[in-house]
């Protein structure tokens, strides 16, 4: 049989990245073919559970840091244990993350952090991680969950999302005086971070209020922030204070809790004002039945940033589509201030109950947006 050349099998391999049996299988056929075989099966590891994290653990050990070379993404997931499981995962998970020392992104998800866990991620790839997701996991404190940010000296992406903690006693009353925020104090993380998202079920107040207290992420050009309530709303003003000027791309949500009168209102105070650099914004809400969205235009009214090339409307149809203004939307973005928009994008997203169809809810958008359609830039996302 004639020998395929490297660059080719390697190409044919690469159609298997998604199939593990194939790969394990093509790891066998010949010494050529691991390197690539390892490099789509490993890329991505998910631990979650005992038993598992103890076998990937002798595995990275047998293979003398070969195995180890080709992880990029590490999971952690629902490792929670019983007494007997929890000595498997404090013996197991340090020595799992000092090996790998390539890994790039880190995801922690679902994790109540007892001490064995809490033991293993003071080990982390310090040296090699850029990017951390952290979802759904319960700290006991909120100290606990900085001190995890302060593992990571390379930091560069960062996603927060359901992340909670038992308590903020260790937080003064004024911000402006939180122990660790001192500029000799501040981590490695912070001055290096350039991407922030908070998503859903976090106490951003909380959150930003430590990074504001210490000017943390100063040169974050990417922000994305959900807000539930007026005192999230606040904290996101008050960083937007701070990293405002160096934003290009920034991602809005408010879906408060508590309604006003037949309208959701834009929370006091909440500008963008001086995101003056701004070349992306993306405004999610939710249109519920009954209730006007002006938050949306009067968020948008504050927009004067002479870079802007995109816009972004994400929305949820519970009700009736023209509670938000579409008309005063297409008058105030036909305005000189945004001649340089390339794009207007809108994505509906509607209730099943509703007797609209997307065709016909992007036929009511395209019939506001009269002036904007003439340019052009009009586009729909699905």
Same mark, same amino acid.
């Given at each position: 049989?004639?020998?395929?050349?490297?660059?080719?099998?390697?190409?044919?391999?690469?159609?298997?990245?998604?199939?593990?049996?194939?790969?394990?299988?093509?790891?066998?056929?010949?010494?050529?073919?691991?390197?690539?075989?390892?490099?789509?099966?490993?890329?991505?590891?998910? &631990?979650?559970?005992?038993?598992?994290?103890?076998?990937?653990?002798?595995?990275?050990?047998?293979?003398?840091?070969?195995? !180890?070379?080709?992880?990029?993404?590490?999971? &952690?997931?629902?490792?929670?244990?019983?007494?007997?499981?929890?000595?498997?995962?404090?013996?197991?998970?340090?020595?799992?993350?000092?090996?790998?020392?390539?890994?790039?992104?880190?995801?922690?998800?679902?994790?109540?952090?007892?001490?064995?866990?809490?033991?293993?991620?003071?080990?982390?790839?310090?040296?090699?991680?850029?990017?951390?997701?952290?979802?759904?996991?319960?700290?006991?404190?909120?100290?606990?969950?900085? /001190?995890?940010?302060? !593992?990571?000296?390379?930091?560069?992406?960062?996603?927060?999302?359901?992340?909670?903690?038992?308590?903020?006693?260790?937080?003064?009353?004024?911000?402006?005086?939180?122990?660790?925020?001192?500029?000799?104090?501040?981590? !490695?993380?912070?001055?290096?971070?350039?991407?922030?998202?908070?998503?859903?079920?976090?106490?951003?107040?909380?959150?930003?209020?430590?990074?504001?207290?210490?000017?943390?992420?100063?040169? &974050?050009?990417?922000?994305?922030?959900?807000?539930?309530?007026?005192?999230?709303?606040?904290?996101?003003?008050?960083?937007?204070?701070?990293?405002?000027?160096?934003?290009?791309?920034?991602?809005?949500?408010?879906?408060?809790?508590?309604?006003?009168?037949?309208?959701? &209102?834009?929370?006091?105070?909440?500008?963008?004002?001086?995101?003056?650099?701004?070349?992306?914004?993306?405004?999610?809400?939710?249109?519920?039945?009954?209730?006007?969205?002006?938050?949306?235009?009067?968020?948008?009214?504050?927009?004067?940033?002479?870079?802007?090339?995109?816009?972004?409307?994400?929305?949820?149809?519970?009700?009736?589509?023209?509670?938000?203004?579409?008309?005063?939307?297409?008058?105030?973005?036909?305005?000189?201030?945004? !001649?340089?928009?390339?794009?207007?994008?809108?994505?509906?997203?509607?209730?099943?109950?509703?007797?609209?169809? /997307?065709?016909?809810?992007?036929?009511?958008?395209?019939?506001?947006?009269?002036?904007?359609?003439?340019?052009?830039?009009? /586009?729909?996302?699905?």
């Amino acid at each position: 049989m004639p020998s395929v050349p490297p660059e080719l099998s390697d190409y044919i391999v690469d159609y298997l990245y998604n199939d593990s049996r194939a790969l394990i299988a093509c790891s066998l056929v010949c010494r050529d073919w691991v390197a690539t075989s390892r490099f789509h099966l490993f890329g991505r590891v998910t &631990i979650d559970n005992a038993r598992l994290c103890g076998a990937f653990c002798r595995l990275l050990k047998t293979s003398g840091g070969g195995i !180890a070379s080709y992880v990029r993404e590490l999971i &952690i997931s629902k490792l929670s244990a019983t007494d007997s499981e929890l000595l498997i995962i404090e013996d197991a998970l340090p020595p799992i993350l000092a090996l790998l020392h390539r890994a790039k992104m880190l995801t922690l998800t679902t994790l109540d952090l007892n001490p064995a866990i809490k033991r293993g991620l003071q080990l982390l790839p310090r040296s090699s991680t850029t990017e951390l997701e952290v979802q759904y996991c319960h700290f006991p404190s909120f100290q606990d969950f900085a /001190q995890l940010l302060d !593992a990571f000296h390379h930091l560069e992406h960062l996603t927060v999302r359901g992340v909670s903690w038992s308590s903020t006693a260790f937080v003064p009353e004024h911000s402006s005086a939180w122990p660790i925020a001192r500029a000799e104090h501040r981590p !490695a993380w912070a001055m290096k971070l350039r991407s922030l998202t908070i998503g859903r079920d976090v106490d951003v107040s909380t959150f930003l209020g430590f990074l504001c207290s210490g000017r943390y992420c100063s040169n &974050i050009v990417s922000l994305s922030v959900c807000c539930t309530f007026e005192e999230d709303a606040d904290a996101v003003r008050s960083y937007l204070d701070v990293v405002g000027p160096s934003l290009n791309h920034l991602e809005v949500e408010w879906n408060p809790c508590h309604l006003g009168v037949n309208a959701v &209102i834009l929370p006091r105070d909440l500008s963008i004002e001086n995101c003056e650099h701004l070349e992306t914004l993306v405004l999610r809400c939710v249109i519920l039945k009954g209730f006007s969205i002006p938050w949306v235009p009067a968020l948008l009214s504050t927009l004067h940033s002479t870079f802007i090339q995109k816009i972004v409307f994400e929305i949820r149809v519970l009700g009736d589509l023209d509670a938000l203004d579409w008309k005063w939307l297409d008058a105030v973005l036909s305005e000189p201030r945004f !001649a340089h928009i390339e794009a207007l994008v809108v994505k509906l997203r509607l209730w099943s109950a509703l007797a609209l169809s /997307q065709e016909e809810a992007r036929g009511i958008v395209c019939e506001r947006f009269r002036l904007l359609g003439s340019r052009r830039i009009l /586009q729909f996302a699905s």
